[in-house]
């Protein structure tokens, strides 16, 4: 369960990301979160994975106090979640197995287990005879499709996807949606961030609308306030 109250979040700029967001997603929710650029999606996003730290109001997520946690178990937190970037955040000099394989090696496991299970993810994500290339060789989809494998490789109970649609082609949107639907049918919780009002009204999941730091409207069946 990730639970936000009151939470309010203010950069050393001034700048006011988040003003009293209060928020619920139970366990194996599918949720969109929505609205325009600068509106404090990714604001949101890094205060759940505890890259910033919120300045004021409580942040929950399972057991785990974010507004008040020491930096030592940060990594703890994010074991339990697996995360795409809008950038993909893979290393330019390993390769897509490499990719994969190094967010199972962070978490400890072990090496029979890891070259059990990556060239599983990548079937998954239909990459298996790419396995060996690099970042720079594979088109914008497929390194999109590769930072899909490496953020469910540790079974993690969430799964935030950032813009997952942004730099990929609408045949390829409809293939990672059917991937997030699958992962979210496991009973994981799936959070996507997104301003593709198509795919909201399409998918009729949950949506949350932030406008101007704010939660302006929380609604079921793909319906999203338009500020």
Known sequence: MIEFQDVSMVYSNGTVALNGVNLKIEDGEFVFIV???????????????????????????????????????????????????????????????????????????????????????????????KSNCFPEELSGGERQRVAFARAIANNPKIVIADEPTGNVDPE?????????????????TVIVITHDMNLVEQYKKRTITIHDGQVVSDKNGGVAYEA
Do not use: C, W
């Open 35 to 129: 609205g325009r650029s600068g509106a404090g999606k990714t604001t949101l996003t890094k205060l759940l994975m505890r890259e910033e730290k919120v300045t004021s109001g409580t942040i929950r997520v399972d057991n785990f106090r974010l507004d008040k946690m020491p930096k030592r178990k940060v990594p703890h937190l994010r074991r339990t979640m697996g995360v795409v970037f809008q950038d993909f955040r893979l290393f330019p000099t390993k390769t897509v197995f490499e990719n994969v394989a190094f967010a199972m090696r962070v978490a400890g496991e072990k090496r029979s287990n890891i070259e059990k299970r990556v060239p599983h993810f990548l079937n998954l994500v239909e990459l298996s005879e």
């Open 172 to 188: 390829m949107s409809k293939d990672l949606f059917k991937l997030l639907l699958s992962i979210n049918n496991l009973g994981k």
